[in-house]
């Protein structure tokens, strides 16, 4: 099966700093793997999209990478603040369209 | 509207009772998934739909689930003899036509079987 794994464990960082969250995956790599944001009480809100032939895409303070060799994909939040935490969810396509997601990683940014 | 909606946004309901969960997507979006989320888990699919048949109902866990989408928009998951182990946060989502566009969420629907 195709699965996403998320570091379960909070990240923890103080306010400024990068965080760094990080989604392997098993068996071939998806064509391409979705970041989501989800808040307590509330739906996933999406973030970026990167594909399989793309290395690296940035969007504002947000980067995503996606290494085939390695079946990973890290994000980053640069300049991070209070306001960034929440939930982060990495998902793959599996099947037709349905998201396989990962069990998401929580950042708490600390002032 | 402007996202997606759901509705109830809560709902208690009794072992062995049946529910019905409505979403309404964004207006204009072909494309219509269920997925359920546990307590510290992410989302996992259950249904779904391109236009108004189910393209893809290999989430759902058994007969006892069941979701429809007869005009194309609307959409009702409906659970039969609910059980304790299903409760968990419904979750609707539409999306655009292509396949990789990205999902919109609804906020959810807690469902709690005493």
């Known amino acids: 099966s195709q699965k996403i794994e998320q570091n379960s464990e909070a990240l923890n960082i103080q306010e400024g700093k990068t965080a760094t969250l990080t989604c392997n995956y098993t068996?071939?790599?998806?064509?391409?793997l979705q970041w989501y944001r989800q808040d307590p009480g509330r739906g996933p809100v999406f973030l970026l999209l990167?594909?399989?032939?793309?290395k690296e895409k940035r969007k504002e303070r947000l980067k995503v990478t996606f290494d085939t060799t390695l079946k990973q994909s890290l994000f980053h939040i640069t300049a991070s603040q209070p306001a960034d935490s929440a939930t982060y969810l990495c998902?793959?396509?599996?099947?037709?369209?349905?998201?396989?997601f990962g069990s998401g990683t929580r950042l708490q940014v600390q002032p | 509207g402007a996202g997606v909606s759901q509705t109830p946004s809560n709902k208690v309901t009794e072992k062995g009772k049946y529910v019905e969960l409505r979403c309404d997507p964004i207006s204009g979006h072909t494309a219509l998934y269920w997925y359920r989320q546990s307590l510290g888990q992410g989302p996992e699919f259950l249904i779904y739909?391109?236009?108004?048949?189910?393209?893809?109902d290999s989430g759902l866990p058994n007969d006892r689930f069941f979701a429809v989408r007869p005009e194309g928009s609307v959409s009702t998951l409906k659970i039969q003899r609910t059980e304790r182990g299903d409760s968990a946060v419904y979750l609707c989502?539409?999306?655009?036509?292509?396949?990789?566009?990205?999902?919109?969420f609804g906020p959810g629907t807690r469902l709690t079987v005493l």
């Open positions: 068996n071939y790599s998806p064509a391409y």
């Open positions: 739909f391109q236009g108004t048949g189910a393209a893809d």
């Open positions: 990167i594909r399989e032939n793309e």
């Open positions: 998902a793959r396509v599996t099947g037709r369209r349905a998201l396989t």
């Open positions: 989502a539409s999306s655009q036509g292509a396949v990789d566009n990205e999902q919109f």
